[in-house]
């Protein structure tokens, strides 16, 4: 910063400077002189997202309650407009994720995906907001997403397939997914149509129903699944009658990896 005239005060500078010095006492772990320097005269200079999003960061890193670090990114994120100005809405989401304040950093990017014109962008921001309900194993929160997502990308069988497994999953719109998978069940073939099967024998399960197909559930073994998918197979082998593959699928599935209903069907051939 030599190049800086000496006499120039924090409040005269353009933003772009001011936040390359604030960026620099952070990296040189001088706080107390960035929280003497963040006053209001700051906040005109830098903006009110900018400003509170570096309050956040400095409440947090001087360990002040959650609730503080929390309110300073509800401020930012209100000055966005609650996500009318995307891009500033996306640096508050992402903020909040590396303060780990991850509830609001979802909510921040679904509210912007809402606002959202472009289908891609809009589809990016759900995407993060189910990556984030993901990490914290959360499934009603990944079933949110994953159903928007779907009702956004129509004859996406992947997309589909995750918004039903997860409503199969946690026990949510169980008719109307059944007569979904059975409508399409015509025409899938293939992968398609394996996944689907595992589909139907989730929705019988949840139906305390039979499912005529259950000799052919051995066959979806050669497929790839994901652990919390394996380990509902093996649950639907078991109470489908073939008990010695479920316990083989699932004595080698790691809990650890799964979302919590898919625990419970683990449970079940074991």
């Given at each position: ?17 001011a ?21 209001r ?12 999003l ?9 360990g002040?309650?959650?609730a ?63 990556a ?11 079933l ?21 497994y ?40 949840r ?64």
């Amino acid at each position: 910063m030599e190049f800086l005239p000496p006499e120039l005060k924090w409040k005269d500078m353009p933003a772009d400077i001011a936040k390359l010095k604030l960026e620099a006492l952070a990296q040189a772990g001088r706080w107390d002189d960035l929280r003497m320097v963040l006053n209001r005269d700051m906040e005109k200079v830098l903006g009110a997202v900018s400003f509170h999003l570096w309050q956040a960061r400095l409440v947090s890193v001087q360990g002040a309650e959650a609730a503080r670090v929390r309110q300073h990114l509800n401020l930012a994120f209100g000055a966005t407009g609650r996500g009318q100005d995307s891009q500033a809405a996306v640096q508050v989401a992402e903020a909040a994720e590396r303060l780990g304040v991850l509830d609001l950093a979802t909510d921040c990017y679904r509210a912007t995906a809402t606002l959202a014109s472009a289908p891609q962008f809009r589809l990016s921001l759900l995407e993060k907001a189910y990556a984030l309900h993901l990490n914290v194993h959360n499934t009603h929160g990944m079933l949110q997403m994953a159903t928007e997502i779907a009702s956004l990308t129509p004859g996406n069988q992947a997309n589909a397939f995750r918004a039903d497994y997860l409503a199969l999953l946690a026990g949510e719109s169980i008719e109307v997914v059944t007569f979904r998978i059975t409508s399409m069940q015509a025409s899938a073939d293939g992968e398609a149509s394996s996944r689907l099967l595992l589909l139907r024998a989730m929705a019988a399960h949840r139906l305390h129903a039979p499912l005529q197909e259950s000799g052919m559930l051995k066959r979806l073994l050669h497929l790839t699944w994901a652990p919390g998918e394996r380990a509902v197979l093996a649950a639907m082998l078991a109470t489908q009658g073939d008990a010695a593959s479920g316990f083989q699928i699932a004595e080698k599935i790691s809990a650890t990896l799964l979302l919590p209903e898919e625990k419970k069907f683990l449970a079940l051939a074991k």
